[in-house]
């Protein structure tokens, strides 16, 4: 293994750990103990969107939400990734006790490849998906390092023939109506245990 693929494997183990321990957080009882920190994962952001106004972080406050870091030339997961929510969104909008607060949840991609993935763009690649999966798009590459340090995600561009991809974390950031990070969903999780996550937030809501 060389040290670019040890770095690589190192980096990818850390962001699996923080799936693993947040997903635990999600699904443990209220005052738990389980040693994580709500409030050290994620900060204030006000960026660009594809609804054409800028999302203020601060707007969001007693809205429960989720969040995701992709890019629209993801080849496989992102694409999974907002199918599988906008599945999820569905199952929960059929429960009758939580329509309601089901149709206000907003799902918020935010685009780790500010270069290619201007507003357009990837309202375009959104419109695939659940209307409630919103884009946003951090200004350059200065605001995009500062809000994936605050929110504790992995991201790198890879050179490729053709140009370059991206590698990034790939799990989904749960909020709650206070700002706090109290879990995340995994790909690897059945639509079972990403569901009975997303019921949890959305029954704490006020």
């Not at 699996?16 to 635990?24: E, F, P």
């Not at 709650?176 to 959305?202: H, M």
């Amino acid at each position: 293994m060389n040290a670019l693929s040890l770095i690589r494997y190192t980096a990818w183990a850390a962001v699996a750990a923080l799936a693993i321990m947040a997903g635990y957080v999600m699904l443990a009882p209220r005052g738990g103990g389980s040693g994580l920190s709500t409030a050290s994962i994620g900060g204030p952001f006000v960026l660009a969107s594809t609804t054409g106004t800028p999302l203020d972080s601060a707007t969001l406050k007693g809205k429960p939400y989720a969040l995701f870091f992709g890019f629209t030339q993801c080849p496989d997961v992102c694409p999974t990734t907002m199918f599988e929510m906008s599945q999820n969104m569905k199952t929960l909008d059929a429960d009758p006790a939580l329509a309601a607060k089901a149709k206000a949840f907003k799902v918020y991609f935010i685009t780790v490849d500010p270069e290619r993935d201007d507003a357009s763009l990837l309202k375009d690649y959104l419109s695939a998906f659940d209307p409630r999966i919103i884009g946003l798009i951090p200004k350059d590459g200065p605001e995009l390092q500062r809000i994936a340090k605050e929110f504790h995600v992995f991201y790198e561009k890879v050179k490729t023939p053709s140009g370059y991809t991206m590698n990034h974390t790939a799990s989904v950031f749960l909020f709650d109506g206070a700002g706090n990070w109290v879990g995340s969903l995994d790909s690897q999780e059945s639509d079972e245990t990403r569901v009975a996550k997303l019921r949890r937030l959305l029954e704490r809501a006020s």
